[in-house]
């Protein structure tokens, strides 16, 4: 645990750890990186304007274009500063997932650490392609744990060229990827942002009740 | 089933509804026009098929003349029907105030209730007293308690309950139980069962009692939350209480988490800590030992009387731990 992170020593308020994995490689160039920008800065503004979510919620984000990056590290929300992200270079999709799942693990021990009880976490992975590095071994652990329920697993596929077969790989079987329509990120982002607030208020260790998918029909989760 | 734009008594008198107020899962809370002092609840389509019995248990409470007087109780006053005469719901009166859910958290309190001390949070833990022991009296169980259902008006610092329908009401040999709850609330005797067959006890409530007290007085912390802990429902199965003589070393397994919370929990009253360890070691398997509503009571006004002549810390968190002899002691 980082010796400043004084929010896990002064807040007892059960958290939940939200991992964005966002493919930001040369496809999606132009407006597809665009909308994910608007899509994510709307979900940490609606997500920072709930009071009881705000402070339960914590978010880190990975990129995955070129090279992985960490551009947000496991922050709790009210603390989270987002820049744009600028698209480029190939897909390294298992080392993004790889290092995803470390990040959960070691937050997940500074909670324990600090005595502070969690939420099973969630890790949305958003790609519009397939990936260009070896990800058999990451996709594997990945849905291995989200069987095991240890984190809930949102593989989302954006546009025509994602290959599905390859990103159901990284899914639990019981939720298998969703195609995301058109540019829709700004809707998924709020269905999120929405769910997310329900698991803030609601029992952690328990089934939480997802929000409704109305108005971005193809992904029913 | 649409929304009605006026409701109905049972003279068929119509009045018109107003704003929306709140939502849950099982229907819909909403203004009057031109009444400050009522609301009305409208169960949902969903809620008055699926739960059938919900007309008989509101006529039930309605008829509790005592509750429906009570001034802590948001009860059911009159049915309420749509213009087709179906019954949809009730009308109750209207509660102003911030859910103790915003009193029991280190970041909202300061927002909801500006210049609160101690002295304060128990002065409202006394109020909420009061209204359990009413009920309990009337042979009505909350069962479903938790920082959600209980409202304070920050000004008269008065506690109120709200989801009321959702009790366990018994009345001419028929028991309405409570069908609903959340774990972390929950005593380990109801553990793994419907709800919808749980018979809730005196006991039951004593134990959701004591949770909500230590929230409210640890600024959000649950009893059961300690290092190496998981879930606040894993935490309750293992019902672990890191407080008190004999707890691991600070920092170890087990142990109070990290913080300011031995700090704030040094300076309860002897008394206070004592129902606490009472309640979260011996209360947790054996409901017989929860402490009752007279023995809160009595400790708690001491605990009030000792801050108000300076005994014991009122702020809410207290800057150093008590003092060294109670560092060894509890």
């Avoid at chain 1, 540019?183 to 709020?190: M, P, S, T, W």
Wanted: aromatic letters at 10%; proline letters at 6%.
């Amino acid at each position: 645990m980082l010796n400043d992170d004084y929010d896990l020593i002064d807040n007892p308020t059960p958290r939940c750890a939200c991992m964005l994995v966002l493919d930001v490689s040369g496809s999606m160039t132009g407006d597809p990186i665009d909308e994910l920008n608007r899509g994510v800065k709307q979900f940490v503004d609606e997500v920072s304007a709930d009071d009881f979510a705000s402070n339960a919620i914590e978010l880190g984000v990975i990129t995955f274009g070129g090279v992985v990056l960490e551009p947000v590290s496991m922050v709790p929300l009210h603390q989270v500063e987002i820049q744009a992200f600028s698209a480029g270079g190939q897909t390294p999709m298992g080392e993004a997932v790889t290092r995803a799942i470390q990040t959960l693990d070691d937050r997940k021990r500074d909670y324990k650490n600090a005595g502070v009880s969690y939420y099973q976490p969630w890790l949305v992975l958003m790609t519009d392609g397939a990936p260009t590095d070896s990800y058999e071994a990451a996709a594997a652990r990945l849905k291995h744990i989200a069987e095991q329920k240890k984190v809930l697993v949102f593989g989302i596929g954006i546009g025509d060229y994602c290959d599905f077969e390859v990103l159901s790989k990284f899914c639990p079987s019981e939720r298998p990827p969703k195609r995301l329509a058109g540019l829709k990120f700004v809707e998924f982002f709020a269905w999120l942002s929405d769910s997310m607030k329900r698991v803030s208020t609601s029992t952690p260790g328990t089934e939480i009740a997802l929000s409704s998918t109305g108005g971005w029909e193809t992904i029913g989760i | 089933m649409s929304q009605p734009i006026s409701v109905y008594d049972t003279h068929g008198k119509p009045r018109k509804l107003g704003h929306e107020l709140g939502r849950g899962g099982q229907g819909v809370v909403f203004s009057l026009e031109a009444s400050n002092d009522f609301v009305v609840k409208l169960f949902s389509a969903r809620t008055l098929r699926e739960r059938r019995y919900l007309k008989d248990k509101i006529d039930v409470q309605i008829s509790m003349e005592t509750l429906q007087r009570a001034r802590h109780l948001a009860w059911p006053q009159i049915p309420i029907f749509d213009d087709n005469g179906q019954w949809r719901g009730y009308a109750m009166k209207m509660i102003r105030g911030a859910t103790l859910s915003r009193l029991a958290h280190p970041k909202l309190y300061e927002k909801y209730f500006p210049g609160f001390n101690r002295i304060d949070i128990v002065t409202i833990l006394l109020d909420l007293l009061l209204a359990i022991d009413t009920l309990h009296r009337n042979k009505v169980y909350v069962g479903d308690l938790n920082l959600d259902n209980v409202i304070c008006d920050p000004t008269s610092r008065s506690v109120y309950m709200i989801d009321t329908d959702s009790y366990q009401i018994e009345a001419n040999g028929r028991v309405f139980q409570c069908p609903v709850g959340r774990p972390e609330m929950t005593p380990v005797e109801h553990h793994g069962k419907d709800l919808q067959d749980v018979r809730r006890t005196a006991e039951s409530d004593l134990f959701s009692l004591a949770v909500l007290m230590f929230q409210c007085l640890m600024i959000g912390r649950h009893p059961f939350d300690n290092i190496g802990g998981g879930s606040p429902i894993e935490n309750l199965r293992n019902a672990f209480f890191p407080y008190g003589k004999g707890s691991p070393r600070p920092g170890s397994p087990g142990a109070i988490p990290l913080g300011s919370w031995y700090t704030i929990w040094s300076h309860l009253t002897y008394r206070v800590k004592q129902l606490f360890i009472q309640v979260f070691r011996d209360g947790v398997r054996d409901p017989s030992k929860r402490p009752s509503i007279r023995d809160w009571g009595d400790a708690l006004n001491k605990y009030q009387h000792a801050m108000e002549v300076g005994f014991n810390e009122s702020r809410i968190r207290p800057a150093k731990p008590k003092n060294v002899s109670d560092l060894r002691w509890m």
